[in-house]
């Protein structure tokens, strides 16, 4: 973080390339060569077309545009282009096999490495402080988040398996916490490795609002649903109402009830849902109108940032909710090191410092916002990578999941996709006005 030492920050951007790549090996090599060839959903791409695009990706930033090396093989850039083929067409395009895709990214890599070693970390904004470096490892470990997805989606016995979550004692503390009202600082100017649409860092004034300690959980959840929640149309905005009666959506995506049971599928296995565990797998919509059945409200983008990273005593935004050092285990649930969230109030070492717990890791969080520019945004190193999602049709996520690497998250972070989605690792957390004085 800010660190000036050119040597660390290297460092740090080949442990950043290293360990993506450990992630990206064992989600492509934990099924037999068939599965990452076949399309398990149409939401998602095969397997092998994650693979290839992380290479070429890595190619076209790393070897070409900072190596300025010249091009391994180009004739496949349009393959691997995600806005020439929408996901569900790529099953059927002519993608590397799955021997040569690890062969090609491969040979990338040890190319990149190579480019890492002789490349001046100042004087050019795309190298500064590794910073084209630190945008490719972040781009690998979405796909890879992406690639859990798919694997979550797959039918047939597990692939993957982590240990759990530390179990926790019932959470007792206070179900919600005062954020002041008051200006504090969004988004970054400052941290190194931070993507363009968290920049700059800009002063944001919230009113003060409750906000629930803990994301909600599948007790609370389920208590909406049998409440009859998903059969009455006031809880829901008119589009969500509309999007669950079409598709018969009574429940959160993977539950079924049987018997007087709740089950859901995780990773290949079933199992009753657990009522301590964050809500997953549900879409905007759903959140909404939990939220709206609750009597309560989604947080604001900015509601969330202030309750993550305000720190009142000093009155500076943090990097994370602990404070400025990087997660470590005792801190979040990041990084696949769990294939599923941990109970509602865990991680007592990484709450903010009003007393705001798991917003970093465990499920990533549904805002109220739409996602658009911060005041000043310029797209950078290009327009593909949130500029042209800027817009009413996509909702801010924050926070990260269990299968986010630390590398992609930040207090900072911002995530976004359509309200309709939720086989993403979605969960939420609601918000209420406090009352005037
Ligand atoms: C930021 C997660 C919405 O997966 O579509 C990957 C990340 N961008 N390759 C996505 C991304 C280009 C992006 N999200
Ligand atoms: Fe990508």
Same mark, same amino acid.
């Given at each position: 973080p800010g660190d000036p030492d050119p040597e660390a920050l290297r460092e740090r951007a #080949?442990?950043?390339?290293?360990? $993506?790549? $450990?992630?990206?090996?064992?989600?492509?090599?934990?099924? +037999?060569?068939? +599965? %990452?060839?076949?399309?398990?959903?149409?939401?998602?791409?095969?397997?092998? &077309?994650?693979?290839?695009?992380? *290479?070429?990706?890595? !190619?076209? &930033?790393? %070897?070409?545009?900072?190596?300025?090396? !010249?091009a391994i093989r180009p004739e496949i850039d349009g393959l691997y282009d995600a806005f020439e083929h929408p996901r569900a067409e790529r099953p059927s395009l002519p993608l590397l096999p799955p021997a040569e895709a690890?062969?090609?990214v491969h040979e990338v890599r040890g190319r990149a490495l190579d480019v890492l070693e002789g490349t001046a970390f100042h004087g050019d904004r795309l190298t500064e402080a590794g910073f084209a470096f630190g945008m490719v490892a972040q781009h690998e470990q979405q796909h890879d988040e992406t690639m859990l997805i798919t694997h979550q989606l797959r039918k047939g016995a597990a692939a993957l398996t982590a240990a759990d979550p530390a179990p926790a004692p019932p959470f007792t503390g206070p179900s919600e916490v005062l954020v002041p009202g *008051?200006?504090?600082?969004?988004?970054t100017s400052t941290e190194p490795w931070a993507l363009d649409n968290e920049r700059p860092a800009h002063r944001r004034t919230v009113a003060a609002f409750h906000i629930d300690t803990t994301p909600v959980t599948n007790g609370a959840y389920r208590a909406f649903v049998e409440d009859g929640g998903y059969d009455d149309p006031r809880w829901w905005a008119p589009e969500g109402w509309d999007?669950?009666?079409?598709? *018969?959506?009574?429940?959160?995506?993977?539950?079924?009830?049987?018997?007087?049971? &709740?089950?859901?599928?995780?990773?290949?296995?079933? +199992?009753?849902?657990p009522a301590d565990e964050p809500v997953l797998h549900v879409s905007w919509y759903e959140a909404d109108a939990y939220a709206r059945w609750a009597g309560r409200r989604l947080p604001?983008?900015?509601? &969330?940032?202030? $309750?993550?990273?305000?720190?009142?005593?000093?009155?500076?935004?943090?990097?994370?909710?602990?404070?400025?050092?990087?997660?470590?285990? +005792?801190?979040?649930? #990041?990084?696949?090191?769990? #294939?599923?969230?941990?109970?509602? *109030?865990?991680?007592?070492?990484?709450?903010?410092? #009003?007393?705001?717990?798991?917003?970093?890791?465990?499920?990533? !969080?549904?805002?109220?916002?739409?996602?658009?520019?911060?005041?000043?945004?310029?797209?950078?190193?290009?327009?593909?990578y949130s500029e042209v999602f800027f817009g009413p049709e996509y909702k801010v996520l924050r926070g990260g999941s269990f299968a986010v690497d630390q590398v992609a998250c930040r207090g900072t972070f911002r995530n976004w996709d359509y309200p309709v989605r939720r086989q993403i690792f979605s969960g939420f957390r609601t918000a209420r006005d406090a009352e005037a004085v």
């Open positions: #080949l442990d950043a390339l290293l360990t $993506a790549r $450990a992630r990206t090996a064992l989600l492509t090599s934990c099924v +037999e060569d068939p +599965e %990452l060839t076949a399309q398990h959903s149409p939401l998602m791409s095969p397997l092998v &077309w994650d693979l290839a695009h992380i *290479g070429n990706q890595e !190619e076209q &930033w790393l %070897l070409r545009t900072v190596g300025g090396r !010249e690890r062969r090609y *008051g200006p504090f600082t969004m988004g999007h669950i009666r079409r598709h *018969g959506i009574t429940a959160p995506l993977f539950w079924r009830r049987e018997g007087g049971q &709740w089950l859901r599928r995780r990773f290949g296995v079933t +199992e009753p849902v604001t983008e900015a509601e &969330w940032e202030k $309750a993550a990273r305000h720190d009142p005593a000093s009155g500076r935004s943090r990097r994370y909710p602990w404070g400025d050092a990087d997660p470590g285990p +005792e801190h979040a649930n #990041l990084g696949q090191r769990h #294939l599923r969230p941990a109970p509602a *109030g865990s991680y007592p070492a990484g709450e903010s410092p #009003l007393g705001v717990r798991q917003l970093m890791g465990d499920v990533w !969080e549904w805002t109220a916002s739409d996602f658009a520019p911060y005041p000043g945004f310029t797209a950078f190193p290009y327009k593909e």
